[in-house]
Nanobody, 116 residues
Framework: QVQPVESGGGLVQPGGSLRLACAAS????????MAWYRQGPGKQRVLVAT???????DYQDSVKGRFTTSRDNAKNTVYLQMNSLNVEDTAVYYC??????????WGQGTQVTVSS
């Protein structure tokens, strides 16, 4: 069973940037649509961004224009570039396949904290 490994989180001031990475094993990674999700304190996990196998992307309205997702299929890795971060972006960020019926086991996620 594949379990993604997320990295790149940390503490950043409002207005700052972070780049998250998610590595996943498997020979068919390039065939899969992938997504980033986040779970804020006391909140449910929600979809943030998606990227199809051919690189088409879509974003939750609250992150459009600030977040960019990309993928490197040679490295079995997807990325989430996050700019102009604000306190509402504080959450644990996860990646997984998209959509839900195809989910792998969830990884540990990576904590992003936006605070001054």
């Amino acid at each position: 069973q594949v379990q993604p490994v997320e990295s790149g989180g940390g503490l950043v001031q409002p207005g700052g940037s972070l780049r998250l990475a998610c590595a996943a094993s498997g020979k068919s990674f390039s065939d899969y649509a992938m997504a980033w999700y986040r779970q804020g304190p006391g909140k449910q996990r929600v979809l943030v961004a998606t990227i199809t196998s051919d690189g088409s992307t879509d974003y939750q309205d609250s992150v459009k224009g600030r977040f960019t997702t990309s993928r490197d299929n040679a490295k079995n890795t997807v990325y989430l570039q996050m700019n102009s971060l604000n306190v509402e972006d504080t959450a644990v960020y996860y990646c997984n396949r998209y959509p839900a019926p195809f989910w792998w086991s969830w990884g540990q996620g990576t904590q992003v904290t936006v605070s001054s």
